[in-house]
């Protein structure tokens, strides 16, 4: 063998990467994560969670015992200012606080973020407090999901969901369920802007469809998290 002689570079310091650690039956955050990021630098680290083939309260409960492990998963070469759980209805049933407190105990990261937090920092800079929710979920998810946004100041008066438990059918609901769905939901007066709940459900088609639709203002969890991810790495 021949032993070669190498240079180091340097790592950019107005580049800080972004952690994400990704549900394990998650199959739509990534590619779509992928086009929320294409013209960004940052590069972006992923890690894995083990999760449930079925939603319950149960199931997102456990993930409090995994969080640290998926954590120290990350590469550890650099501090991030910024690691993402990609879970919104975990982060109702666990809490964002404790989720960023499990994500910090095996990552040097300044913030932790989720789609909960992440959809009430938009909903705050938009300036909106009155949600028509579309969710997947059954109803004992739902019920902690709207729980957590009656914390915030945020009503979902205006809510439906497709009752779906089963993770691998919320990845194929197909988009033209979503936009008829949001539609229906955010043609109601009362409410200022729709969000669209679950990182594994495809909106990023569904957006602009139902924004052209409805002239209000649409969000989902994978797009709050993109935001709120690029907009605490840029602070």
Known sequence: MTLLRYKLD??????????????????????????????????????????????????????????????????????????????????SVIGSERVEELVQETCDVAVVTN?????????????????????PYVEEVNETLRAAFDQQGLSTDVFGSFGESEEAKVARISVSSIVEAACELGRD???EAVFMSCTNLRTLAAIPQ??????????????????????????
């Open 115 to 135: 789609p909960l937090r992440a959809a009430v920092a938009c909903a705050g800079d938009l300036g909106v407090s009155k949600l028509a929710l579309l969710s």
């Open 210 to 235: 139902i924004r052209a639709l409805i002239s209000k203002p649409v969000l989902s969890s994978n797009q709050c998290l993109a935001w709120h991810m690029q907009c605490l790495n840029s602070a």
């Open 189 to 191: 007066p009362s409410v």
């Open 10 to 91: 340097l790592d950019d310091p107005n580049l800080s990467p972004l952690g994400l650690i990704v549900l394990q039956v998650d199959e739509t955050l990534e590619p779509e994560f992928h086009e929320y990021f294409s013209d960004s630098k940052c590069p972006i680290y992923v890690s894995r969670i083990p999760s449930g083939a079925e939603v319950s309260t149960d199931s997102l409960a456990e993930m409090e015992v995994t969080l640290p492990a998926a954590a120290d998963l990350l590469p550890k070469a650099r501090p991030y200012k910024v690691v993402g759980y990609a879970c919104t209805s975990a982060s």
